[in-house]
């Protein structure tokens, strides 16, 4: 608990004599440049199967983006947004408009219509970046979204379409005209530098507003051994994308201690694809979400093959379910860490790695520990708390709301200020997940409040449940939701899909539960279907499978 100093004290405060520079992105980018200037940077992209540069080139092309910006006319604080893929024009971006003093305001391409046009209006973005392949898009949103006043397009003049967008320009032409001359403004380092929406899974998706302050201290966290462990040595693949939540940190902890970076482009869901990255270009660290690295496991285990060069996975955005971090650690000779946050986080609040004293630890112990959400990182506060807001203790087995507190969580929604009802009256940020945490700072998310299962009072967690179907060979994807009951209120329905070739045995798959979870958490019926629902972040839509499963009556 920290006390805010009386006034007594502020009158005798006394300042240190330390320099006051401000944490600014552009400085990442000119560190990048003078010391990691030759480090490679590969992007699969729509037009290069395999585009090469180095980090000093990235840079400098980001401070020719920054002339052109300037020439534009916007004024410091407006958003200039991108829909775009992992590529190294997009990195550019990044540096060129928040280090110019704007706003990168990264678009979610896989939204609803109706949510890309709810977003670019709330935004006021003046100006899109974008791919290739979502001009179509763009061209059908123009009538919604009058006040954009031009499109760049991130492609060379070669490849240029036509197009009925109003000021579309070429991205290489723009650049072509420009000097890697740019003098980066000495903003003051609370200035915004890039905005993300949450995916709106309730309601209107909600802007949360970065800036350069939270975003370097973020950035400084993230390479820490005990979170993401990153250095120069390391080649990183974020497959997490470059619109969901900054792809977690990654292009600034990476030009921050020199990592090559290999960007997978449009090539983010494809097992082989990703496969043949990950080999020839020798990564030792790549990040995604769950679903991401099903395909690629699916993948290696249909053509025997197995990852080489591969050390380390990052693993968040949803529950780790424990048999893709076996199958990592066990056929691959892969650490994966599990990490949780959320866009309001920017997003990392916790890294599940170990710690001094756990050397002797069997793989079992091993396992049920990594399936955990991870340990707090120095900088984000975690707490549980009941629905009165007392605090819970951490003794692994109390669940309740966690809420977070740290220099690089939200403190508000943009535009929405005060009246999102999203911050305790201590000022600390309700995550919407409930959690235990344990006696070493270990914490599990049981779920999110609206995902919860209450049963005769009680509640049973859906991803606990998740977890242990996903552990059975004949499942490819779990998801677990609550259905009326008349005694019970609500009852757990798991609802699978088959892996490949193979057929679910309802009963032995309800039988293997016995012993892993209490037997009254045991589901009471198994729905088989060929796919289950995806947000755009690649997360099961439970929301979805509720309203699929509206009616549906539990056997007597
Ligand atoms: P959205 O909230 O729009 O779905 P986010 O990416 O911000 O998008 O999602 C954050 C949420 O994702 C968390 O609040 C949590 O419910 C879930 N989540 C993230 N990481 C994990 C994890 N390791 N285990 C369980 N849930 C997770």
Redesign the pocket.
């Known amino acids: 608990m920290v006390i805010p100093a009386s006034d007594a004290q502020k009158d005798t405060l006394m300042h240190g004599l330390m320099m006051d520079t401000p944490l600014l992105i552009s400085s990442i980018a000119e560190h990048a440049e003078k010391f990691h200037g030759d480090r490679e940077i590969v992007s699969v992209t729509m037009d290069n199967p395999r585009h090469r540069y180095t980090m000093g080139e990235a840079v400098g092309r980001s401070r020719k983006l920054a002339n052109a910006l300037d020439k534009l006319g916007l004024a410091t604080g407006d958003r200039v947004a991108t829909i775009a893929w992992n590529d190294y024009r997009h990195l550019e971006i990044y540096y060129g408009v928040s280090g110019a003093g704007y706003v990168c305001h990264t678009i979610n391409p896989r939204l609803f219509p109706e949510q890309l046009v709810f977003i670019i209006n709330h935004a006021e973005d003046r100006w899109i970046f974008t791919d290739l392949m979502f001009v179509p898009l763009l061209e059908k949103l123009l009538p919604q979204i009058p006040k954009v006043e031009g499109f760049i397009v991130m492609t060379d003049e070669a490849n240029m379409p036509e197009t009925s967008l109003p000021n579309a320009v070429c991205y290489e032409t723009l650049l072509a005209a420009e000097s890697s001359q740019y003098q980066w403004p000495q903003l003051d380092e609370r200035t915004a530098s890039a905005l993300c929406y949450?995916?709106g899974?309730t309601g209107d998706p909600k802007g949360v507003l970065y800036d350069h302050r939270s975003t370097v201290l973020h950035a400084y966290a993230g390479v820490a051994p005990d979170v993401l462990n990153l250095s120069s040595k390391d080649i990183v693949l974020p497959v997490v994308p470059l619109f969901?939540?900054n792809a977690w940190g990654i292009p600034y902890s990476t030009l921050m201690v020199g990592s090559k970076l290999v960007f997978p482009g449009p090539k983010m869901g494809d097992g082989e694809a990703l496969y043949e990255l990950l080999e020839t270009e020798k990564v030792t660290v790549a990040l995604g979400v769950p679903t991401v690295w099903l395909a690629l496991l699916q993948y290696c285990e249909q053509s025997g093959q197995t990852l080489n060069a591969l050390q380390r996975t990052v693993i968040?955005?949803?529950?780790?379910p424990r048999s893709m971090i076996e199958q990592f650690s066990k056929v691959h000779d892969v650490q994966a860490i599990?990490?949780?946050?959320?866009?309001?986080m920017s997003?990392l609040g916790t890294a599940n790695t170990p710690k001094a004293g756990q050397e002797g630890f069997s793989d079992d112990q091993r396992f049920d520990l990594a399936t955990k959400?991870g340990r707090g990182i120095f900088g984000c506060e975690l707490r549980i708390v009941d629905d009165e807001g007392q605090e819970l203790p951490w003794d692994g087995v109390a669940y309740g709301a966690l809420q977070v507190r740290g220099p690089w969580i939200c403190s508000d929604y943009f535009k929405l200020e005060g009246s999102a009802g999203s911050h305790s009256d201590d000022g600390w940020f309700n995550?919407?997940?409930v959690a235990t945490i344990d006696p070493q700072g270990y914490m599990a998310?049981t779920d999110?409040t609206k995902d919860v299962i209450k049963s005769g009072g009680e509640w049973i967690s859906s991803?606990e449940l998740e977890n242990t179907a996903m552990g059975h060979p004949a499942v490819a994807e779990a998801a677990v939701i609550g259905v009326a009951h008349p005694k019970w209120t609500e009852r757990p329905l798991l609802i699978v899909v088959a892996a490949e070739g193979q057929e679910i045995d309802k009963q032995a798959l309800l039988g293997f539960f016995k012993g892993k979870v209490a037997d009254w958490w045991i589901p009471n019926e198994v729905a088989v279907v060929t796919e289950l629902p995806h947000?755009a972040?690649g997360?099961i839509k439970k929301i979805e499978l509720r309203k699929q499963f509206a009616d549906y009556a539990l056997p007597e």
């Open positions: 949450t995916s899974t969901h939540v968040g955005g949803a529950a780790v599990q990490g949780w946050g959320m866009t309001e997003p959400a995550t919407g997940d998310i999110r991803i947000t972040t997360k």
